[in-house]
């Protein structure tokens, strides 16, 4: 295998957020992308980045600032959706780097916002539902949550829980932690 081929992009990605229904006219858009490259040839974290992203039709309110710790005028120094798209294929080989996120949530997310924005969805077909390999490496009979998941593993939470770059950062020590069971596909 060469070096590039052991290289796993786990990406957590931040979305506008509100207590209940959004307010009208707004929809959930992604405001924070953070992505841990693990390199699983070495098991270690080799990357760890943050794009902050200026979302185009919703805002940042005080539910979300609360749980995320992301303000409007932080995203409003943000980039654009696509420009972050175009970082994460220029920068960090999105597209021909397998990657990993917590559940599929993130996926999703990707999916929706690429099509409603007519952006080029920048990851390749290559991903890997982490929650679900976990679950199963593990023996669990639930899917938990990422939080719940460090317990399991014996690890640390490292930063803040629900910011795009410290989540992403966790779910890569938890990667590491399957891997080192033998439990990582590919």
């Not at 005080?62 to 992301?70: D, M, N, P, R, V």
């Not at 409003?76 to 949530?105: I, K, N, Q």
């Not at 014996?154 to 890569?172: M, S, V, Y």
Request: glycine share 12%.
């Amino acid at each position: 295998m060469d070096g590039e081929r052991e290289l796993l992009n786990v990406v957590d990605v931040e979305a506008t957020c509100w207590e209940g229904q959004a307010p009208a006219g707004e929809v959930s858009e992604i405001v924070e992308i953070g992505l841990t490259v693990v390199d699983l040839g070495a098991r270690e974290r080799v990357g760890r980045h943050r794009v902050v992203v200026r979302p185009a039709r919703s805002r940042v309110g005080g539910f979300c600032t609360e749980l995320t710790g992301l303000t409007q005028a932080e995203v409003d120094g943000g980039v654009p959706f696509a420009e972050a798209c175009r970082m994460l294929a220029r920068d960090h080989a999105a597209g021909a780097r397998a990657w990993a996120s917590w559940g599929d949530y993130d996926r999703h997310q990707f999916t929706r916002q690429c099509r409603a924005a007519a952006v080029p969805y920048p990851f390749g077909a290559v991903h890997t539902n982490a929650k679900a390999v976990f679950t199963e490496a593990y023996g669990l009979r639930k899917r938990p949550g990422m939080a719940e998941a460090l317990r399991v593993a014996g690890l640390p939470l490292e930063g803040r829980h629900h910011r795009g770059e410290d989540d992403a950062w966790n779910i890569a020590a938890l990667v590491l932690a399957v891997a080192a069971r033998d439990g990582w596909p590919g």
